[in-house]
């Protein structure tokens, strides 16, 4: 197959990309067709990887309003709604709504999640089923799964258990949640458990950390201090961090020095943060989104998230990536004209390095043809008239297409 006149990464100069046997196997201009070798024309069109989710709850997901709505819109409400709706989990239930939103994701070109599992709860039932859907989709979708202590390690009966049984059980990456445990030394303690339980296991680290608006809310420096100490850099990710958005900024100074040291991960989540933060605020109310700007100045990787799609903390969510840009774009002020060329990083190659993808992400010769084509020339016009994704493909595979909506004004 071969791609004509493509915008890769959103370059301005257009290229040819040639793919066979589900390999990109040549990129230049003015490529010639092969006899019967199939044609698109990517004029204005954009070639990219595929979208990554490097921060959803897909065991949550689609459940807003069952048993109870979330009125106050705080995450602690959230999470007893959460808390009850759990008591009625089967493994049907959670694949079964796990599948559409992974469908929906499917449809906005994203090909790799990271889902946080709740795994505070005795019979580990969401864990399970999404062990098993992670094989079931395996041919459209990589998934991610976390092992996610919503209701705390230190804080819940058999917590510690339930950490180690779910890492067992084939959890890929390790979770904690600091600023949710009863006290502040049981934060500690959390995050010293949950990073040598990653070491011994050899497994990724993604904690929910500092989703709070107290400045006093200090998890991570420890998750840092932790990451660097055992090792473990950049395997670690700390998730949210929305506390940041209140530290002073003397503290942040001197944080940032050990952060860089750390070399880890931040995953935003501006769409859920920026409605979740700020709830305990009169006027001003804070914005309690992490400082994305500041930590990308500083070298640091960081990639946005959707974290919810119709559930107890967020009842929106169509799963487009693209969306959580958008809006991301202007609470962190990143509004800049190459800013913005460049915030499908944020989605695209930042996530891949969170979730250790590797080189074999990417468009380059000799990777596997995973791509999708954006309905615009660069990644500004796609933000700027919600370009859909035409085609979405998987080694070369077509996953997803879609027909451009076509509106005509009626007078002159
Ligand atoms: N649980 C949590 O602790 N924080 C969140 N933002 C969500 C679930 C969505
Ligand atoms: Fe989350």
Request: hydrophobic share 40%; net charge negative.
């Amino acid at each position: 197959m071969l791609i004509k006149n493509i915008h890769i990464d959103g370059k301005e100069m257009a290229n040819d990309i040639r793919i066979t046997d589900g390999k990109f196997t040549e990129i230049g201009e003015n490529l010639n067709a092969g006899p019967g070798e199939e044609l698109v024309d990517g004029t204005d069109c954009m070639l990219l990887p595929p979208m990554i989710e490097s921060h959803v709850h897909l065991d949550t997901c689609l459940t807003a309003g069952d048993p109870a709505w979330n009125m106050s819109g705080t995450l602690f409400e959230g999470i007893e709604c959460w808390a009850k709706r759990k008591e009625k989990l089967s493994k049907e239930d959670v694949k079964e709504r796990a599948r559409r939103a992974l469908r929906m994701q499917a449809a906005n070109g994203v090909q790799y999640v990271r889902t946080h599992v709740d795994i505070t709860d005795p019979t580990l039932t969401a864990l399970e089923a999404m062990t098993e859907l992670r094989e079931e989709v395996k041919d459209f979708m990589t998934i991610q799964i976390v092992a996610f202590p919503q209701e705390g390690i230190l804080s819940y009966p058999n917590g510690k258990e339930l950490l180690v049984k779910a890492v067992e059980m084939g959890a890929d990456c390790v979770g904690a949640i600091p600023h949710f445990e009863f006290t502040r030394e049981y934060g500690v303690e959390s995050v010293n458990f949950a990073l040598e339980l990653a070491a011994k296991y050899d497994r990724l680290v993604d904690v929910h950390c500092d989703e709070i608006d107290d400045e006093a809310s200090r998890g991570l420096e420890t998750v840092a201090c932790r990451a660097l100490e055992l090792g473990l850099f950049d395997k670690v990710t700390a998730s949210h961090t929305t506390a940041m958005h209140s530290y002073n900024n003397a503290y942040v100074n001197r944080l940032m020095r050990l952060l860089k040291m750390s070399r880890i991960n931040f995953v935003s989540n501006p769409l859920v943060n920026t409605h979740l933060q700020g709830r305990c605020d009169t006027y001003p109310k804070r914005r309690g989104v992490t400082r994305v700007k500041e930590l990308l100045a500083e070298g640091l990787n960081v990639s946005f998230g959707h974290d919810d799609v119709f559930d107890p903390w967020y009842p929106l969510g169509t799963g487009n990536p693209r969306d959580v840009v958008f809006l991301g774009l202007h609470v962190c002020q990143m509004m800049g004209y190459e800013e913005i060329l460049d915030s499908y990083k944020l989605v695209t190659y930042n996530a891949a390095r969170t979730l250790h993808l590797g080189d074999s992400y990417g468009i380059r010769e000799g990777n596997d043809a995973d791509c999708i084509i954006l309905n615009a020339k660069n990644f500004y016009q796609a933000l700027n008239e919600k370009s859909s994704v035409l085609y979405s493909y998987k080694k070369g595979k077509l996953l997803y297409r879609e027909t451009p909506a076509k509106g005509e004004l009626l007078f002159s």
